[in-house]
């Protein structure tokens, strides 16, 4: 099994935080972030990489945190200041270690709404 398990969706207020996770089933030296708004184009949101580079888009950069915890094979998304613009089902792709192409988790859904 190499698909990828996304946790931590839901509903919150905007202004608020969330804090996705997004595990591994091996090793891997890219994992990204993207997220689907409904009637939208899945969009990127950010990366890591094995080394620790974090890129991030211009939408949610200085927002959002994307890191990783090597010995859980884990990466997280800090989300803070959502915005109602950040509802979206959000996507992870893993990159592993000696295996083609990218895994993708099924979504957790973000829902920003007062």
């Known amino acids: 099994q190499v698909q990828p398990v996304e946790s931590g969706g839901g509903l919150v207020q905007p202004g608020g935080s969330l804090r996705l996770s997004c595990t591994a089933s091996g090793s891997f030296f890219r994992m990204a972030w993207y997220r689907q708004a409904p009637g939208k184009q899945r969009e990127w949101v950010a990366t890591?990489?094995?080394?620790?580079?974090?890129n991030y888009a211009d939408s949610v950069r200085g927002r959002f945190t994307i890191s990783r915890d090597n010995a859980k094979n884990t990466v997280n998304l800090q989300m803070n200041s959502l915005k109602p613009e950040d509802t979206a089902v959000y996507y992870c792709?893993?990159?592993?270690?000696?295996?083609?192409?990218?895994?993708w988790g099924q979504g957790t859904q973000v829902t920003v709404s007062s």
């Open positions: 890591i990489l094995t080394g620790g580079t974090k």
């Open positions: 792709s893993v990159d592993y270690i000696g295996r083609p192409g990218s895994s």
